[in-house]
């Protein structure tokens, strides 16, 4: 059964971090880039970041300098570190994997 299972969410205070993961299972995670999406409700979704199979990276130019995506490809588990963060970070955070998504894990940045 293919599961992409993301984690790490939860409010924090603008300079905080947060690190997200995304536990894969099912298919050979290996392979694929993997991307990282944001939405906000009543906006569309947003690509935050990216990481190809040998590891490079790719970045939305707001977070730019302040999030670091990663991943383990023997954990099958994918990173997105999450440092000076800004309340306009507030979102729903996914990982995607080749055509599969997880279901998200919230991020709330308020003081």
């Known amino acids: 059964q293919v599961q992409l299972v993301e984690s790490g969410g939860g409010l924090v205070q603008p300079g905080g971090s947060l690190r997200l993961s995304c536990a894969a299972s099912?298919?050979?995670?290996?392979?694929?880039?993997m991307n990282w999406y944001r939405q906000v409700p009543g906006k569309e979704r947003e690509l935050v970041a990216t990481?190809?199979?040998?590891?490079?990276?790719t970045y939305a130019g707001s977070v730019k300098g302040r999030f670091t995506i990663s991943r383990d490809n023997v954990k099958k588990t994918g990173y997105l570190q999450m440092n000076n963060l800004k309340p306009e970070d507030t979102a729903k955070y996914y990982c995607?994997?080749?055509?599969?998504w997880g279901q998200g894990t919230q991020v709330t940045v308020s003081s």
């Open positions: 990481i190809t199979s040998p590891g490079i990276t």
């Open positions: 995607k994997c080749y055509l599969y």
């Open positions: 099912g298919f050979t995670f290996s392979r694929y880039t």
